[in-house]
């Protein structure tokens, strides 16, 4: 729980908008949430169930509210957005919520005092963008929630698949959130390891066939999870209660965060994700791995794949 004063707004309080809040409210993770959306009636309602539970976590103020709200805030999360529906293609659902998200950031700035912005809606690495230039904040006080989540899956999968603790895995999936990420299996270490030199031993086998199955895994998990239950919102929550907190606290934590990319790896002006390090002022900074050829290529790649699409929406 911290213990100084601090205040998050979420705008969006559909599932994970008010997943969200849940799982702030359980931690204990700030010390006031406002719960933003054009259906205020839903707002008030899920800000409601929250507090009749608080009594059993602790002392916390969670209540609906409106864009003056955003005022001295310390994060503000944008959860709000159309889902993408059949038949519909990713640039259709760019087109869409480009022109909800310019609407919620006009008014944000209208009351905007301090804090970082935190991009949760679709497609992320393309709002991320465009809310930085709408902004006109400083590059990295308004990040995405970018790979984040992707990097979740992709240790959990590699820890089902080699039978070890998720904690003892580290690795990343960087690029955009999307079709064109790809994992960074140079970079992806147990006990100090990388991952090759650690399936060479008693401990697993991970041939390269497994390497292909588990990318297209993370790939395809979320899109999973929405045919099976229509949304996914449970695991994006604690995703963002993780960078939230690391915001909050001034943690330094190295996270895969989207943000507007100028001069790494060749690439410039696209928001995507790399391993960053993430405090109270956003992204700080951004480390420099030492990629392959082959994922130097991939990466530059899926900035030319985000470049396509921001071509496309630039103008609305």
Not at 70 to 83: E, L, Q, Y
Not at 110 to 126: A, C, M
Not at 184 to 202: D, K, R
Not at 267 to 288: F, K, T
Request: net charge neutral.
């Amino acid at each position: 729980m911290v213990t100084s004063k601090s205040k998050v707004a979420i705008i969006g309080a559909g599932f994970v908008g008010a997943s969200t809040a849940f799982a702030m409210s359980l931690q204990q993770i700030a010390t006031e949430i406002v719960l933003i959306d054009v259906n205020k009636e839903k707002a008030y309602g899920e800000a409601l169930d929250i507090n009749h539970g608080i009594s059993f976590v602790g002392q916390m103020a969670v209540y609906s509210g409106d864009y003056s709200d955003v005022k001295d805030c310390d994060v503000i999360i944008i959860t709000a957005g159309a889902n993408r529906k059949p038949g519909e293609t990713r640039l259709d659902l760019a087109k869409k919520n480009v022109a909800i998200a310019k609407d919620i950031t006009q008014n944000i700035m209208k009351y905007y005092t301090r804090g970082v912005i935190l991009v949760v809606s679709n497609p992320v690495d393309i709002l991320t963008y465009m809310i930085t230039k709408w902004s006109g904040l400083p590059n990295g006080r308004v990040m995405g929630s970018g790979t984040v989540l992707d990097s979740s899956r992709f240790r959990y999968l590699l820890s089902k698949k080699l039978n070890v603790d998720v904690r003892n895995v580290h690795g990343y999936i960087i690029g955009e959130h999307g079709d064109s990420q790809l994992p960074v299996w140079s970079a992806t270490h147990i006990a100090g390891q990388n991952i090759n030199e650690y399936c060479q031993g008693p401990n697993g086998i991970l041939t390269p066939e497994d390497k292909l199955a588990i990318a297209e895994e993370v790939k395809k998990a979320g899109a999973e999870i929405i045919k099976n239950k229509g949304a996914t919102y449970y695991a994006i929550a604690i995703t963002i209660n993780a960078i939230v907190e690391s915001l909050l606290k001034d943690q330094n934590t190295i996270r895969t965060v989207g943000s507007v990319i100028n001069g790494n790896y060749g690439i410039e002006d696209v928001a995507l994700s790399l391993p960053s390090i993430v405090n109270s002022g956003g992204v700080q900074s951004i480390i420099p791995l030492k990629l392959s050829p082959e994922e130097e290529a991939a990466l530059r790649a899926s900035a030319d794949s985000l470049k396509a699409i921001l071509n496309e929406v630039k103008d609305i």
